[in-house]
């Protein structure tokens, strides 16, 4: 199960695309599906909004189910309220449980703009905002849960608010802070997200096991002669889902981190080309399989 993401903060900026044709779509959808009322004057009227620009935070990379790239800034505004706390093993609990769950990430997800990637290639950028609070949670190396929780809820807002499919492999770009330049937002505040109730955040009484090592193996391709790839199988029979998940490639290292069961973090004698790397997880055999090209080959 997932997370929800708090709609009311899901606002379209209009300022600088009234013209654009993405807005213009988005905006008969809205109008088709009812969500745009002609008659919205006699309903409760809309909190005025305040237009921020964001400080950045850190930079992600995802792409499309047609292969398109998105990065998303990860920006910090001190008007987005922080989100509950919950502990690992509470969110373990929630993305496995059936049942929908009364807990939300604050976030704002601002329009879509074009940048220029490392080689100079237009590329699709999306600033998304959260209270500095919670960035500073998500930066915290032992909560690979959060982290993984809040991509998916994430990936789920942009989805929904944009119509797009994105896969959901996403990758943290090392010492990059933002894609581009970040954009004005329009953020309205007036409602405030719903926190889980007092019972359900009582922490509770588990002593976390040590994470253990998973059985690994990586081999190089080709295997004689000048490598072009480093390939690898981990497995990982506790875990249930990729989103329980998080892989980082660096320069010469790999960390798998899937507390509270397994942590993975091993050095090579390689120059891996980390932003082309890619992970799948294999729910049946439950194996994961990293390829990452080696520069230089």
Same mark, same amino acid.
């Given at each position: 199960m997932t997370g929800k993401v708090d709609e009311s903060l899901l606002e379209l900026d209009k300022d600088?695309? $009234?013209?654009?044709?993405?807005? #213009?779509?988005?905006l008969q959808q809205a109008i088709a599906s009812g969500a745009l009322n002609p008659d919205s004057g006699k309903q409760e009227? #809309?909190?005025?909004?305040?237009?921020?620009?964001?400080?950045? =935070?850190?930079?992600?990379?995802?792409?499309?189910?047609?292969?398109?790239?998105?990065?998303?800034? +990860?920006? #910090?505004?001190d008007v987005i309220p922080n989100a509950p706390e919950a502990s690992e093993? *509470?969110?373990?609990?929630?993305?496995?449980?059936?049942?929908?769950?009364?807990?939300?990430?604050p976030m704002s997800i601002g *329009?879509? /703009?074009?940048?220029?990637?490392? /080689?100079?290639?237009?590329?699709? +950028? &999306?600033d998304v905002a959260v209270s500095p609070a919670f960035f500073q949670r998500l930066q915290t190396p032992d909560r690979p849960v959060l982290h993984s929780f809040f991509c998916t809820a994430m990936l789920e807002g942009i989805q929904?608010?944009?119509?797009?499919?994105?896969?959901? *492999? +996403?990758?943290?770009?090392? /010492?990059?802070?933002?894609? =581009? $330049? &970040? #954009? *004005?937002?329009?953020?309205?505040?007036?409602?405030?997200?719903?926190? &889980? =109730?007092?019972?359900?955040?009582?922490?509770?009484?588990? /002593?976390?096991?040590?994470?253990?090592?998973?059985?690994y193996t990586f081999v190089r391709?080709?295997?004689? =002669?000048t490598p072009e790839f480093l390939v690898g199988e981990i497995q990982l029979p506790k875990v249930s889902s990729s989103r329980q998940i998080l892989l980082d490639v660096g320069v010469d290292r790999i960390v798998v981190d899937c507390r509270p069961f397994y942590h993975l973090d091993v050095y090579f004698n390689f120059d891996f080309n980390s932003e082309e790397s890619g992970a799948q997880f294999n729910?049946?055999?439950? +194996?994961?399989t990293v390829t990452i090209p080696i520069n230089g080959s």
């Open positions: 600088d695309v $009234t013209n654009s044709e993405i807005y #213009q779509k988005l009227q #809309q909190p005025p909004a305040k237009n921020i620009i964001p400080k950045p =935070g850190c930079c992600m990379k995802c792409k499309t189910d047609k292969g398109g790239k998105v990065f998303v800034n +990860v920006c #910090q505004a093993e *509470e969110l373990v609990q929630i993305l496995s449980s059936e049942d929908q769950p009364d807990f939300r990430m *329009e879509p /703009h074009e940048e220029l990637d490392n /080689h100079d290639k237009p590329c699709t +950028v &999306i929904e608010k944009y119509k797009l499919t994105l896969d959901k *492999e +996403v990758r943290v770009l090392k /010492h990059k802070k933002a894609m =581009g $330049t &970040i #954009q *004005e937002q329009a953020i309205r505040t007036k409602r405030f997200v719903r926190e &889980i =109730g007092e019972a359900s955040l009582a922490p509770p009484v588990v /002593h976390e096991p040590t994470p253990e090592t998973p059985k391709e080709p295997p004689t =002669g729910v049946d055999t439950k +194996v994961l």
